[in-house]
């Protein structure tokens, strides 16, 4: 389970908290905030809760990255985040900013509600109904397009796939990625 549901001492309520984080998937700053802001908010979402009360923004920023390109990219990464956020019926209210050696980005959900207005995701049975919200293959797709600047790797797909479709894939998917499964 991705979250985690914690019994509050007051009126039968639950808290119903995620946490999440991700290494850079795509070229573009904000797309990535988005994506990692949509990622959180859809471990709150596979268990039915569409709003969410709360969320914090945890981003590390790389100690190899220079002073110039810190401040290009911390900016569109934050924003991208928030824009989610907010289209999501949520804020960004805080969170932490480090520098190590990595680019990470992602951030904690939080929820109170009644038990009755969440789904536990332990009742499957054989026959139940699987709804995917997106399309498989995302990860292939953005490999393939990480791979397009490896010979090594691109010579291994390279007659199975065009640079275009490629590229094509990868753009879809960041999209797909950065779009919110709430509805």
């Known amino acids: 389970m991705d979250s985690c549901v914690i019994p509050l001492r007051h009126g039968g309520l639950s808290l119903v908290q995620t946490t ?3 290494y850079p998937l795509v070229e573009d700053p904000y797309m990535m905030g988005r994506i990692a802001c949509a990622n959180v908010l859809s471990d709150l979402y596979a268990m039915g809760i ?3 009360d709360n ?3 945890l981003l590390s920023l790389s100690q ?3 002073e110039k390109d810190r401040e290009r990219v911390t900016p569109l990464m934050i924003k991208g985040f928030r824009d989610a956020a907010e289209e999501g019926g949520t ?3 805080g969170g932490q900013t480090v520098i190590n050696p990595w680019i990470i980005v992602g951030g904690v959900a939080s929820v109170v509600c009644q038990p009755n207005e969440f789904i536990m995701p332990d009742g499957a049975v054989p026959g139940d ?3 995917l919200t997106k399309p498989l293959g995302t990860r292939v797709a953005v490999n393939a397009h990480q791979w397009l600047d490896q010979p090594e790797k691109w010579n291994r797909i390279k007659l199975v796939v065009t640079k275009e479709e490629v590229k ?3 753009y879809e998917a960041m999209f797909s ?3 919110l499964n709430r509805t």
């Open 129 to 131: 109904v699987l709804v």
């Open 168 to 170: 094509e894939a990868y």
């Open 55 to 57: 969320m914090l923004m």
């Open 91 to 93: 804020s960004v209210t």
């Open 64 to 66: 190899k990255m220079n």
């Open 50 to 52: 569409t709003e969410c």
């Open 177 to 179: 990625m950065a779009t």
């Open 20 to 22: 999440d984080f991700f």
